[in-house]
DNA sequence: CTACATTGCGTTACACTAACACAATGATAC
DNA sequence: GTATCATTGTGTTAGTGTAACGCAATGTAG
């Protein structure tokens, strides 16, 4: 929904595929804590996933990174597909004639919603200091929310974060989860804190620094953060060669 | 497509929801081979994966198991999701009208088949000797292919059959695979067999052995395969219970 | 009844994991 | 300036799991 399209009555059938959505878990992680991003829609009072629609020409993986740019300002975002969620009653909510009021001042055609959508989940990874969250034309907040302070969500989207959050931790060994949601540099702790967010449970400090210095996968660099209470610690940053090339394999052992 | 929709001029759009189509990778594994369920579409040389539409009312699991119940005549298979296959010219082929000449005597709405489908694929596990492949009213052939053989399917089949190996392959400590491709009772060296078909390495007699029996997902029968050349191994089944706790956490260890 | 491929069980060296110890560090409090 | 103290970097050890191999038992084929 670009700005070019606001000018008069927007009739999502004509540039969307039917029947067919999709809906981003987007994750950040600051403060030793896991985040997502969340919209809220005019006239409605909870909160739900950031999403969008496929155009009759784009891929669907197109389509979120659209969706992504517009929602974050991100251009080149780390983006899976995960889950595709087709309950014939999962819209159920929205087809209420109260709940799609407040929108129909946005000059968006009301009949487009109260179709059957198909979703497409997809997981997002961002650094979350880069994201600069944006309401859409639908929405009149969007910002990111703790991960454990999130509550009962819009029709079916806590089943998408739920398995989301699912997905991250299995697929935690096979992609490049830590560099796609930490900044370039990043101390030891705080990779320890991102991996025990995403498994939800406490990792020994030495035991966690002897296995992830022993992939390989990381440089240390000549500098330390300094500024911070208590020992300054080591920075380090990813060796991307090496970290691409052993989550070919899986990073061995489990967690 | 069923029965009571051949008498007349079948229209799909009155049934399926535009633009969604599946995709279902059978796999079932025989004489120590993986195999593969393939379909050959009347007037086309090509094999293809058996694939379907989604009703207007289904999920798209429930329209799936409606598709394997029809070229397999199974009840309850094991299917997953596994990816959606959404590339604007996946289609194209299709689109091409000679292709579609051949099916155009079986009464089917032509234009139906010239829309873009964003495909959902699915992978199921089936127990070889119980199914009895069987084509439908567009295909002209449903047989098994060892896995090897495949050479190019028709449309991105080749690439969606990948995919579902590569899942299979990531899922097997996370899923009942071992349970759903084999009978009821099996001996260790056919269990061993079916891990290295999907793994694609050989792997170590003893080692596995000690291995899976230390899950404790096995029962050991009072019997033995006799007639078969060599010393007659031991008959196992699996212990359900068991095998369903340990893939909650995921078999430890890789292969 | 002998040969032999295959099965079942065992052994050993090595790598990895879990659990814990200890000294070094650097901002903070006084 | 200096003592405090939570935190960091590195090390140790016991226990467990893995890889690679040995060997006797078995049941069909010849």
Not at 156 to 171: C, F, G, P, S, V
Not at 185 to 201: D, S, V
Not at 217 to 242: C, M, Q, W
Request: with cysteine.
């Amino acid at each position: 929904m670009s700005a070019s399209m606001e000018s008069s009555m927007f009739t999502p059938h004509k540039y969307f595929l039917a029947h067919i959505s999709l809906d981003c878990v987007v994750f950040g992680f600051h403060e030793n804590q896991l985040k997502v991003l969340l919209a809220k829609l005019k006239g409605r009072d909870e909160w739900g996933l950031p999403g969008g629609f496929v155009g009759i020409q784009e891929t669907a993986e197109y389509a979120a990174s659209r969706v992504l740019k517009e929602r974050t300002g991100l251009d080149q975002v780390f983006l899976q597909q995960f889950y595709v969620f087709s309950d014939p009653d999962r819209g159920e909510q929205l087809k209420e004639v109260e709940s799609l009021k407040a929108i129909s001042g946005s000059a968006i055609d009301i009949e487009w919603f109260k179709q059957r959508f198909i979703s497409i989940g997809f997981y997002a990874l961002v650094e979350f200091s880069q994201v600069e969250p944006t309401p859409d034309v639908i929405s009149d907040a969007c910002q990111w929310w703790d991960l454990a302070e999130v509550s009962k969500l819009m029709l079916d989207h806590n089943l998408i974060l739920q398995k989301a959050l699912e997905t991250l931790r299995l697929q935690l060994n096979y992609q490049p989860i830590g560099y796609n949601l930490l900044p370039a540099t990043f101390t030891m702790p705080e990779l320890q804190r991102l991996y025990e967010a995403i498994l939800g449970k406490q990792l020994d400090r030495r035991n966690f620094h002897r296995k992830i210095t022993g992939y390989g996968i990381l440089k240390k660099l000549n500098e330390r953060r300094t500024g911070v209470a208590h020992k300054a610690p080591d920075l380090y940053s990813f060796d991307l060669d090496k970290y691409h090339q052993a989550l070919k394999e899986g990073l061995q052992g489990g967690w």
